[in-house]
């Protein structure tokens, strides 16, 4: 018995009628009569009666017509089912980002959007530090993360940068530079504080780059701690360990305890939020879910930056 033969029957049975029955199926009406006549002889027992007026179910019909529509109903779902996993719209992913990361607004905006526009999708999250999570998705255990500034580049991965935000120092309320906290500090302002800084030693990323331009502005900084985890980086400094600099996302933490400032030569560090994904994962196929996950989070970065650009263009004018 084919699927085919039990869709045929039940378009006969439910139009009552074997012509009316082809003309829905798109067949003709003797193919159709012989399909029906097979399936009676592979069952074994009469399924219609024929009449004037068209078919009425025998009793064998009837009960063939009910499990018959319940299969063909499962069979319609399945189909949808792998369509819709086959558009990226159900399935499983494996979502990693840093503390860093998901402090700024546009990580958990990406994800509440995810959730709502593909509610067939379940979202597994997870945080580490950005070496870890770069490993993880080059490994295939997450499909991809939010970071900050790469610390690797593993051959078979893609980085893009979303969006980029401005870095402050982070102070001890107590410390000497925390007055004034609206204002801009220099880059000179740093010379001889002791640094908390997040990342693995000598490692790249946002840090080095901080070190490589303190060492090239002439400011002379001790590393006090080199931690893991944004947190921790701010733990410490709360505690009055040293100071570090912070993407301005970060700002709000501790608040009774750390005082932010703009760090006003800054403008060779950047704090951006980078998405990393496997090469080819965006192209669909079995990756689909992940291309889905990526289009969307890529469609929401201009709306994400478009007020900044916008704040600019007002500063730039009001300055001319």
């Known amino acids: 018995m084919e699927l085919r033969h039990l869709r045929y029957f039940a378009a006969v049975a439910e139009a009552g009628h074997m012509t009316r029955a082809a003309a829905a199926l798109g067949i003709q009406q003797p193919p159709l009569s012989q399909q029906i006549k097979a399936l009676e002889a592979e069952l074994g027992l009469q399924l219609l009666r024929r009449h004037p007026k068209g078919v009425a179910l025998t009793e064998g019909g009837r009960v063939l017509l009910a499990d018959a529509q319940r299969l063909l109903a499962d069979v319609a779902a399945l189909q949808q089912r792998m369509a819709s996993i086959a558009r990226g719209e159900q399935g499983r992913l494996a979502v990693g980002f840093t503390s860093s990361a998901a402090a700024h607004g546009f990580t958990p905006q990406a994800l509440r959007e995810c959730r709502r526009r593909y509610p067939g999708i379940t979202l597994e999250m997870s945080e580490d530090p950005a070496a870890t999570l770069t490993d993880a998705v080059a490994s295939g255990r997450l499909h991809c993360a939010f970071l900050r500034v790469p610390v690797a580049r593993p051959p078979g991965l893609r980085f893009h940068t979303l969006l980029e935000e401005p870095v402050m120092v982070a102070l001890p309320a107590d410390h000497?530079?925390?007055?004034?906290?609206?204002?801009?500090?220099?880059?000179?302002?740093?010379?001889?504080?002791?640094?908390?800084?997040?990342?693995?030693?000598?490692?790249?990323?946002?840090?080095?780059?901080?070190?490589?331009?303190?060492?090239?502005?002439?400011?002379?900084?001790?590393?006090?701690?080199?931690?893991?985890?944004?947190?921790?980086?701010?733990?410490?400094?709360?505690?009055?360990?040293?100071?570090?600099?912070?993407?301005?996302?970060?700002?709000?933490?501790?608040?009774?305890?750390?005082?932010?400032?703009?760090?006003?030569?800054?403008?060779?560090?950047?704090?951006?939020?980078?998405?990393?994904?496997?090469?080819?994962?965006?192209?669909?196929?079995?990756?689909?879910?992940?291309?889905?996950?990526?289009?969307?989070?890529?469609?929401?970065?201009?709306?994400?930056?478009?007020?900044?650009?916008?704040?600019?263009?007002?500063?730039?004018?009001?300055?001319?």
């Open 176 to 320: 000497a530079l925390a007055a004034r906290p609206g204002r801009a500090l220099p880059l000179s302002a740093l010379h001889g504080e002791r640094l908390v800084l997040v990342r693995r030693p000598g490692a790249p990323g946002l840090y080095a780059d901080l070190l490589s331009l303190c060492q090239r502005e002439g400011v002379a900084v001790t590393v006090a701690a080199e931690v893991e985890r944004m947190m921790s980086n701010l733990n410490l400094v709360a505690a009055g360990v040293g100071v570090s600099v912070v993407p301005a996302s970060m700002r709000g933490a501790h608040g009774d305890a750390i005082v932010y400032r703009p760090l006003a030569d800054g403008g060779a560090l950047c704090a951006p939020l980078t998405l990393v994904w496997r090469e080819g994962d965006e192209a669909g196929g079995e990756g689909q879910v992940v291309a889905s996950f990526i289009a969307l989070v890529l469609g929401l970065v201009p709306a994400a930056t478009a007020p900044r650009r916008s704040r600019s263009r007002r500063a730039k004018a009001v300055g001319a």
